[in-house]
């Protein structure tokens, strides 16, 4: 069993004030994988403190000279994946082979955006022609705190960290209690790189004691945070006290519209999609409207694709998906799955209770609901598990209208053979992003949403930008330029 209770703080690794355990849970076993130190009061401001006392330095650190650290902590990562894909295998259950091939590498993958678009950050740019002696610097916001989640741990520890430290930023990372293992190791690649001093520093615990410690810091001046709407709402709540930025990405219930020209293996692609990581995703496709003249045949095949997924321990290799992270969202999974049957939504695949053979671990059978009405509470709330719920439309708008009414707003996915029918849907539909025909978005694209799903924009140029504040000045001396 893995031991690792301390703190990475000013540049070492440093015991908790005052100890107090948590055991990390298996989910594919229920046992205890590994134990962990929860920070209080002291860790944090411990923590801020160094922050503090680094930000005048690395602030004005040249840029060229922050990208050379990040690319010694890239350097560090790729020598040491494997090591990553089996602490995230480890720690939330994902299957090692998606933890190798999706979970680990999303980290690097984001580590190269932003090296990408670190070089299309103008620092002094001008205003415009019509001002000459004006000028526009973007300058760090200062220490952030940032609060990360359990079910893709290195994708939004990197979509946070990374542009923090390319803008000057210095940093506090709480990572979530449930998937610690990923960012202690993260936090090494960060020493072995060189990072100086206080610039970056780690204190695990949990949302009612550093998080929110964090949100309220009057020396913390930006919170960057990810999870569920809920903790969103309540981090912007302690925040507003200090009056610090907050940038949110939290949950979704993404519409899946399947025309009647999509291609063959459209239904089959959004039923894995939305089954993948366990659907433990905010930008999962968990509503998927098809349209009615292939509706009958869309169900069908959803159920024959969704009987067909395996589940099983993480540990295995394959294609399989494994268990969801915990107790209370298996539970919460049930609750909702039964929900969708007293609601009246039929199920054609899957349903509530463990799958056939397994009596112990998180799992989740892969559950497909249809003929649910938007209106059903499994159409409406994030249900964060492999449960896809099926609805029927008529008309492009009727899609529109469907797709739309719903609290959230982050991802949302069109099917259709027709370039004029994807562009008007694109533009249509209230969502911080739309992906066509089973093409992801490229590396570098802005991840984030609207309504209840936060206003992040985490990734490229957007993600570093969102770790600087303009400065406005007149008079600017043209011998500078």
């Known amino acids: 069993m893995i031991e690792n209770r301390n703190f990475y703080i000013n540049g070492a690794w440093v015991p908790p004030v005052k100890a107090r355990d948590h055991d990390v849970i298996d989910p594919s076993t229920e046992d205890v994988c590994a134990v962990i130190s929860l920070g209080d009061q002291a ?22 000279e922050r990208a050379e650290y990040v690319k010694k902590i890239l350097a560090q990562y790729q020598a040491r994946s494997e090591e990553m894909a089996e602490a995230i295998s480890l720690e939330m259950g994902a299957p090692i082979d998606m933890a190798r091939s999706s979970q680990a590498t999303s980290g690097p993958w984001h580590i190269e955006g932003f090296l ?17 002696d004006d000028r526009i610097a973007m300058e760090p916001i200062g220490v952030v705190g940032l609060i990360t989640p359990w079910n893709w741990p290195m994708n939004q520890v990197t979509l946070k960290v990374i542009p923090a430290l390319l803008a000057g930023c210095t940093i506090v990372l709480k990572p979530s209690e449930e998937a610690p293992l990923s960012s202690l190791l993260f936090a090494e690649f960060v020493h072995d790189a060189g990072v100086p001093p206080g610039v970056f520093n780690l204190v695990n615990g949990d949302g009612v004691g550093v998080g929110s410690q964090l949100s309220r810091h009057e020396d913390v001046a930006m919170i960057s945070f990810t999870g569920s709407t809920r903790a969103g709402k309540a981090i912007s709540a302690a925040a507003a006290e200090t009056l610090k930025l907050v940038t949110l990405e939290l949950g979704g219930k993404g519409a899946n519209v399947v025309f009647a020209d999509a291609d063959e293996k459209a239904v089959k692609r959004g039923v894995l999609h939305c089954m993948n990581n366990s659907g433990q995703s905010c930008n999962a496709p ?37 268990p969801v992270v915990n107790k209370t969202q298996w539970t919460k999974i049930q609750d909702m799955i039964e929900v969708g049957m007293n609601e009246g939504a039929r199920l054609v695949a ?31 709330e994030e249900i964060f598990g492999p449960v896809l719920s099926i609805i029927p ?38 969502s911080g992003m739309v992906e066509m025909n089973g093409q992801s978005r490229g590396q570098g694209a802005p991840f984030g949403g609207v309504k209840m799903s936060g206003r992040a924009r985490e990734g490229g140029v957007w993600g570093i930008e969102e770790f600087l504040e303009a400065k406005s ?3 600017w001396s043209g011998a500078d330029d």
């Open 43 to 64: 860790d944090t401001d411990s923590a801020v403190a160094a922050a503090n006392a680094a930000f005048p330095g690395w602030a004005a650190t040249p840029p060229a």
């Open 350 to 380: 899957g349903g509530p209770g463990l799958p056939e053979g397994v009596n112990r671990g998180y799992y989740v059978r892969p559950t497909v609901f249809a003929d649910v009405r938007n209106d059903m509470r499994i159409a409406q």
């Open 473 to 475: 000045i007149s008079g």
């Open 286 to 322: 968990t509503r998927m409207l098809v349209e009615r003249s292939v509706y009958d045949q869309a169900v069908e095949t959803a159920a024959e694709v969704a009987s067909k997924v395996g589940v099983g321990p993480a540990s295995e290799t394959g294609r399989h998906i494994g």
């Open 116 to 132: 990408t678009a670190f070089d299309e950050i103008e620092w002094v740019r001008p205003l415009g022609s019509h001002a000459p």
């Open 393 to 430: 439309f008529d008309t492009e708008e009727d899609a529109v209208q469907i797709a739309n009414d719903t609290p959230y707003g982050l991802t949302n996915y069109v099917q259709s053979q027709d370039g004029a029918k994807r562009n008007r849907m694109a533009r249509a539909l209230r």
